[in-house]
């Protein structure tokens, strides 16, 4: 078992890169099932989830080679519509590999999806989607089983905002005979990402970035080339970094439209950056001010991803900050890690907790909860007097790119154990 341990103290200052998109290139990997032809894909992070993606595709007969963060696909056959491995079973995303089955085999067997912790985790939407499209769900408990003899365009509007719910619609209506509408659609910046890419493998998706998109389902694409949107979390996460380590930060390759709303709430709270097209420069800041509420919702909202490391800049502003998480049940569990750190605050019920600011926070041994929770520990760790332990970091490995050899670049003491 992995823990980081960090010395506190060391403001971050220099200049770091963001990464490819956690949550766009997962999808992406997923939807290269449906052409036989070779889709090369840049700027994919070197991260777990994405090798076990990669991994079922080598299971599914396809061909994938991953080197400098370029990961070039190759289905031109594949043998099993089966996914049932326990690496599979710890990743949500495995579910994407059901519409790109429907679409080349029509059926697919897949080990009902693990991932992070953080509350009930349903699958309805997708599943009531693939109905609309022409399958059949033939189980949905331990192993979700699908057939159909032909996927069909159809009117759709799903059940929840849900993300990964929409991506597999999009992925089983591109190939799908006929028109498709899909209400109701989240766009969150991976979404969309999704969608451009399979308009260049010759889908035909129009209305990306809206909530309502339509599909001319097409009877073949072929191989493409992407480069895989900006991960606006990792950035909030380096923007957050440098606030509370009262850093000099400049970080590179965003996208400033993915996170609006943070810098409405950065300005709320008196901190002080400069935007670029593909940039922003972090300034150190005294005197934050608390937040009355952080809300977090579909985008172009704030995004729930990042509310766990947001509770940790709010740990440093002056007042009486009011988390709250709408989307999951049990996401506020580093909230009680924090009071490990001498931070004063309260969980209110699921979704709602208060954080009294400004603390200071003592360097401890904490858990990461999940992924966000995880990468906030690491913050609060940076920002905390001593030495703290954050246990459990098999979740950050899922999900940021060499974190702490880009911490460690930019003057953060953080060092893993085994
Ligand atoms: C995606 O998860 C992300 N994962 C999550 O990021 C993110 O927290 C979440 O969307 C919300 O933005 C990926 O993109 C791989 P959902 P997903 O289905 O798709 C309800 C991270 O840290 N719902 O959008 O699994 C559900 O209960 C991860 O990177 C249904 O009711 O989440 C929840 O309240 C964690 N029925 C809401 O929708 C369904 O069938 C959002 O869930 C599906 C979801």
Request: proline residues 4%; charged residues 20%.
């Amino acid at each position: 078992m992995s823990k980081f341990l960090i010395e506190g103290g060391y403001p971050l200052n220099g200049t770091v890169r963001i990464s490819g998109s956690k949550n766009a290139a997962l999808p992406i990997i997923a939807a290269a099932l449906l052409t036989e032809e070779e889709c090369v894909i840049h700027d994919v992070p070197d991260i777990t989830d994405v090798h076990i993606m990669a991994q079922i595709i080598r299971d599914l007969g396809g061909e994938v080679d991953f080197e400098n963060n370029t990961m070039k696909i190759r289905a031109k056959v594949l043998y099993s519509h089966e996914i049932l491995t326990e690496d599979a079973k710890k990743l949500r995303t495995s579910i994407l590999f059901l519409s790109g089955l429907l679409a080349r085999k029509g059926e697919a067997r897949v080990v009902f999806p693990g991932g992070c912790f953080i509350g009930k985790r349903p699958i309805d939407t997708h599943l009531r989607a693939f109905e609309d499209l022409g399958a059949q769900v033939l189980s949905s408990e331990n192993v979700i089983h699908v057939v159909t003899s032909g996927l069909k365009g159809a009117g759709i509007r799903l059940l929840e905002m849900s993300v990964t719910g929409a991506e597999n619609t999009i992925i089983a209506a591109v190939m799908a005979e006929g028109h498709t509408e899909i209400r109701q659609c989240p766009t969150e910046p991976h979404v969309q990402d999704l969608c451009h890419f399979l308009n260049s493998m010759g889908a035909k998706i129009s209305g990306i970035g809206t909530n309502i998109l339509h599909i001319d389902g097409v009877p073949k694409l072929h191989g493409t080339t992407h480069t895989v949107t900006p991960d606006y979390i990792e950035a909030g996460t380096f923007i957050i970094g440098a606030l509370v380590t009262k850093g000099h930060l400049k970080i590179e390759n965003i996208n400033p439209d993915h996170l609006d709303i943070l810098w409405v709430y950065l300005e709320e709270m008196g901190a002080k950056f400069t935007l670029t097209e593909d940039a922003v420069e972090v300034f150190p800041t005294e005197n934050l001010m608390a937040l009355k509420k952080v809300r977090t919702s579909v985008f172009p909202d704030f995004p729930t991803d990042l509310l766990a490391p947001m509770a940790i800049l709010l740990t440093q502003a002056y007042g009486i900050s009011r988390v709250f998480e709408t989307m999951f049940e049990s996401r506020l569990n580093y909230i009680v890690e924090l009071e490990k750190m001498g931070v004063r605050a309260e969980i209110l019920n699921n979704h709602e907790a208060i954080i009294v600011g400004p603390a200071t926070l003592k360097g401890t041994t904490v858990t990461s909860w999940d992924l966000r929770a995880g990468t906030a520990m690491v913050l609060a760790g940076l920002a905390a007097t001593g030495t703290t332990e954050v246990s459990e970091i098999k979740y950050i490995d899922r999900g940021y790119e060499n974190f702490e050899e880009k911490l460690t670049q930019i003057g953060a003491k953080i060092s893993r154990i085994e």
